[in-house]
């Protein structure tokens, strides 16, 4: 079963406006973390913002944000005043349980967000 | 001063061939991971090594070997290569293998098998 869903293969936002990503996860773990990662064309792998699934107060940097609903098991990424070096590939992970007490990053298949001018 | 950095970046082949690709990082992390991405940017992890012990070996081939001479350093290697290995692989680092910190990826090597 898939542990991470990206429902959004696509999203197109105007310059300026903001934009949420949609993350939703799947765990049993009392205890868990969630990350996002956005891809630009040029291909690195950048870490955006945590969400400990403890904290108090929902993760910002910046001007990213997580709209994070632990009963809903979701943590959107919202990406505000959003600019032209936002278009990119944007990834949500957790970690995943693993035989052995082991924890494998799981990473969901991500959504394309294009900045219109 | 590059966190985890690959070589090559790019590596074109011939089926049949056997290749390497390097991967080092300088943030004194203990664990390292390797990871495939598809052509529909799909991102699979393929290995994981805490202080040079394998822990994450995610079924993947046994054509595919990797080694870590030390916690730094975690290479892998690719024999009889097939079509079907064309991807991207990044490399990537964190402080532990517990799932809980921000792992940091290398610029990817993209491996295209002809």
């Known amino acids: 079963a898939q542990k991470i869903t990206q429902t959004q293969p696509g999203m197109f936002v105007q310059e300026k406006e903001a934009v949420t990503l949609d993350c939703t996860y799947d765990t049993s773990d009392p205890s868990y973390g969630l990350f996002w990662y956005k891809q630009p064309s040029s291909g690195e792998m950048i870490f955006l913002i945590y969400q400990g699934s403890y904290d108090q107060q929902n993760a910002t940097e910046g001007r990213y944000s997580l709209n994070f609903q632990k009963a809903r098991k979701s943590a959107n990424l919202v990406i505000s005043a959003s600019q032209l070096g936002d278009s990119a590939m944007y990834f949500c992970a957790m970690r995943e349980e693993a035989s052995g007490g082991s924890y494998i990053p799981t990473f969901g298949r991500g959504t394309s967000l294009i900045v219109h001018p | 001063d590059t966190a985890v950095s690959q070589t090559p970046k790019y590596l074109v082949t011939q089926m049949g061939n056997d290749k390497s690709i390097k991967c080092e990082q300088n943030l004194g992390h203990d664990t390292m991971y390797w990871y495939k991405q598809d052509s529909k940017k799909f991102l699979k992890i393929m290995f994981s090594?805490?202080?040079?012990?394998?822990?994450i070996n995610e079924t993947v081939p046994n054509r595919f070997s990797p080694k870590s001479p030390d916690k730094a350093h975690l290479n892998l290697h690719i024999n009889s290569l097939e079509l079907g290995d064309s991807a991207v692989y990044f490399c990537a680092s964190s402080q532990d293998d517990s799932g809980w910190d921000t792992q940091y990826f290398g610029p990817g090597t993209r491996l295209t098998v002809l």
């Open positions: 090594y805490n202080n040079k012990e394998l822990i």
